[in-house]
């Protein structure tokens, strides 16, 4: 029987099904679907006898600051800060990876076009290395809270004992799944094997996916607590202290921020490899890889603001105090640097598509067109990043009249920042629009009529998103201008779904007027590679702190007081340093896995050092 027989195929699809069933019931678990914690909940309600002898929890220690153990000369907040920060930064990255690098080679396999299968295995073989400083960050971590936290540590093992013994259990799973996914990848080739490989792609990405929302339990309890009472006395149901108030939304956005950080971590691996690359061929190559990398970071950040406003809706539906702290109380001015790190984001990913049409000779066509996209999107950049009320000494009180700007103050608050958000994802959608069709020449007999639906479902978007922004945000009240979000963000994604799928069936069959020559961009692009790679940590980096900062001098929100000696909310500067530091200390722990992932596929003759075995 030959591999590609019927019977052989058939064998595929069987081991292909098993693995998709336990892998969507391990997600299926993980997220809770409506129904699905009601049975985990009541499925095993306690008899008479079995409440009898239920365990006794203790509520939440009341600390001091003589219980927290120290070691002179070292900073027990920052220790821990930076290795927990270290740790979720090497841990994005490498459950970012096999997302993609599934995807990659399923599309490999759809198209029989080894390049990608190549690609995909590059990228993997980068994560390989980074997966053990996650591991080793990780038990550092550990270690660090058992040290410098212990009653902390014991009380929320008290509250998730089960999930941290599975949460260990799926760790070697992954472990396992991985080192079976990357070293048997020349081994699994071939028809059926082929099926059995991307079968394992599949079973890391859903135990990786269900460790993160185990992790991501711990992290959102310690912001919403539940299945305890005020006292913090824990209620024995393990199920609603992981299914928290804010769990779900922190699974959805770290999930899409993620993919984002994955791609862009990658990409500045390729223009790495570009910029030390000698011959043609592999600049050409990792000028390819690059620009997939940036097109997986691109289409997950374009969604990734707006899974920001969800998460920060719940954190206000949750606690409005911790909603006002969080936008308008003592992390204000850090959401200024954030926009900021946003705007470098969306101006590097353009930048880079700007470059790249320099491959296509048809590009001068829309050359033209950039100057116009640049100064929309860094107008847009402008308003976004613009501050309500500034930090001002008295002499400038006085000088300008008041805290707010007379013409730049309303453009502060959110519904014009709203409004600049959406339109810097549509112009950057254009930019990738520009890009793909540069290249190419419309067959189709509606070109025209095409373009033209394009043209007219952009103008009135746009018009409707500076409606929706300008009317709603500053002629209403305050209930519709919350309220106007909503429509600005849907009429973004129509036009981006809609506009996207017009584009694909226009070009379908398109004649190129050249074939693309990869390879020819300036070393500029690959700085700009580098740069959404560093914009993306840090901005990871500062919202991180931002997340845990508003819970102030709790360990558990309302529950479990913080008595450390460091107990207080550090200034703007005392944070960016920290945040700073790590990033540093990250892009170079980053640029030695590129560098050992070079390493290892180097070879140097030494045939004049062996000796011949004498027969």
Same mark, same amino acid.
């Not at 919403?224 to 009472?229: L, N, Q, Y």
């Not at 520009?434 to 978007?461: C, M, P």
């Not at 070009?507 to 990869?518: C, I, T």
């Given at each position: ?47 008479? *006898? ?76 980068? +994560? ?135 791609? +862009? ?5 390729? $223009? ?26 691109? +289409? ?147 070109? *025209? ?6 043209? $007219?479902?952009?103008? $009135? ?23 106007? *979000? ?110 050992? $992932? ?18």
């Amino acid at each position: 029987m030959t591999i590609n027989s019927p019977r052989s195929n058939n064998r595929a699809r069987r081991v292909w099904l098993a693995f998709l069933c336990l892998s969507l019931l391990l997600i299926l678990f993980a997220i809770g679907l409506p129904g699905v914690d009601g049975g985990l909940a009541h499925a095993a309600e306690a008899s008479t *006898s079995d409440v009898a002898d239920a365990p006794t929890y203790l509520p939440a220690p009341k600390l001091t600051a003589a219980d927290y153990p120290t070691i002179k000369g070292v900073n027990s907040r920052i220790a821990v800060w930076l290795a927990a920060q270290l740790h979720l930064w090497f841990a994005a990255f490498v459950l970012a990876v096999p997302i993609f690098v599934f995807i990659i080679e399923a599309i490999g396999m759809a198209t029989r076009d080894k390049r990608y299968d190549n690609m995909a295995y590059e990228f993997i073989k980068v +994560s390989i290395t980074a997966y053990s400083f996650t591991a080793i960050l990780g038990g550092l971590l550990t270690f660090l809270l058992v040290l410098f936290y212990p009653h902390l540590f014991q009380y929320m093992s008290t509250i998730f004992k089960e999930s941290m013994f599975y949460y260990a259990l799926l760790f070697f799973l992954e472990s396992a799944t991985l080192y079976l996914y990357y070293y048997g990848w020349h081994w699994l080739q071939g028809e059926f094997r082929k099926w059995v490989h991307l079968s394992l792609g599949l079973l890391l990405n859903a135990v990786g996916t269900l460790l993160m929302f185990l992790a991501n339990a711990w992290v959102t309890f310690m912001m919403s607590p539940a299945g305890v009472d005020p006292a913090g006395v824990f209620s024995g149901d393990a199920w609603a202290a992981i299914h928290n108030f804010l769990w779900n939304p922190i699974n959805l956005h770290r999930v899409i921020a993620n993919i984002a950080y994955g791609g +862009s971590i990658v990409g500045a691996y390729a $223009a790495f490899k570009f910029l030390s690359a000698r011959k043609p061929e592999q600049r050409a190559h990792y000028d390819w890889m690059g620009y997939n990398a940036n097109f997986i970071a691109i +289409s997950a950040l374009l969604p990734l603001p707006f899974a920001g406003y969800y998460l920060t809706a719940e954190i206000y539906a949750y606690s409005q105090q911790m909603g006002i702290t969080l936008m308008g109380g003592v992390f204000a001015w850090l959401f200024i640097i954030q926009a900021v790190l946003i705007g470098t984001l969306f101006l590097s990913a353009n930048y880079y598509l700007w470059c790249g049409m320099g491959r296509s000779d048809g590009a001068v066509r829309y050359h033209k067109y950039i100057k116009y996209l640049a100064i929309v999107i860094v107008g847009a950049f402008l308003v976004w990043f613009t501050p309500h009320t500034l930090v001002l000494t008295n002499e400038e009180l006085k000088a300008l009249g008041g805290p707010y700007h007379k013409y730049l103050g309303p453009l502060g608050i959110m519904p014009a920042k709203n409004t600049a958000v959406n339109i810097m994802i549509l112009f950057t959608t254009l930019s990738f629009i520009f890009y793909r069709r540069a290249n190419k020449v419309a067959t189709v007999s509606w070109a *025209s009529a095409g373009n033209a639906i394009q043209i $007219a479902l952009f103008t $009135a978007g746009i018009l409707n998103i500076f409606f929706l922004g300008i009317y709603h945000g500053y002629f209403t009240n305050t209930v519709y201008k919350v309220a106007a *979000s909503i429509p600005q963000v849907l009429t973004t994604l129509t036009i981006i779904v809609s506009s996207t799928i017009i584009d694909s069936l226009m070009y379908r069959g398109a004649k190129e007027v050249a074939p693309l020559h990869w390879g020819r961009v300036s070393d500029r692009s690959q700085y700009a590679l580098f740069l959404l790679a560093v914009a993306f940590t840090w901005l990871m980096g500062l919202m991180g702190y931002i997340r845990s900062g508003i819970r102030q001098h709790w360990h558990v929100t309302n529950v479990f007081r913080d008595a450390s000696p460091d107990a207080f909310t550090p200034g703007l500067g005392y944070a960016a340093n920290v945040v700073s530091v790590g990033t540093i200390l990250f892009m170079a722990m980053v640029i030695f896995v590129f560098w050992i $992932a070079d390493v290892s596929g180097r070879k140097t003759p030494t045939d004049a050092y062996w000796k011949t075995p004498s027969a």
